[in-house]
């Protein structure tokens, strides 16, 4: 009888969540983990790969899906950029605010060619759709640099809007108001 192949979906925290509920690594291994909606560290991979046979860590968007994909077998692989593409049709630049690409090192905005797959604007958003959509790109909102030998690593966000903590997005507006009042309590 074959059996279909088994894996663990999730973020990054989540799939830390997972691995401390089980009492020691599951050797030999056959379970694979996919992760999405924060980059991948080299301490992430160490431990998961103690408990998946591949780990594959994704970037993407709604408006996108899933773009991008690195898979993991060993933690001798580079760790912490968005990967490569999943179709031959997908690209990615780091672009100035006028749109021009910018050179490795260098910090700019994230663009990702819109292929038919993907949306191609807002419902009901004209003003929003024209800020993301722009002359067959799509801008999420990530702040990014390529290196060397051209990978790609988010550096943050444009709007600053948004704290990305292994997949758990949240608002540093809301923090503030928390350290704010803890500060308020021991004054």
Known sequence: VAYPRLFLLGSVMQTHKFVGHLDEPQVPHDIDSESTGAAMTRDDLELFLRYFRIVQSNYGSTETTRTFQNRYTSVDQHVGDIGRPLLPDIRAEVVDDEGSEVNHGVTGNLRLRTTPRHVSGYL?????????????????????????????????????????????????TAIEKVVNEIGRAHV
């Not at 800020?131 to 550096?155: E, V």
């Not at 709007?159 to 990305?164: A, E, P």
């Open 124 to 172: 009901n958003d004209e003003a929003e759709t024209q800020a993301k959509f722009r002359d067959g790109w799509f801008y999420p909102g990530d702040l990014a640099h390529r290196d060397q030998d051209g990978r790609i690593f988010i550096q943050g966000r444009k709007d600053g809007l948004m704290l990305n903590m292994g997949g758990i997005k949240l608002d540093p």
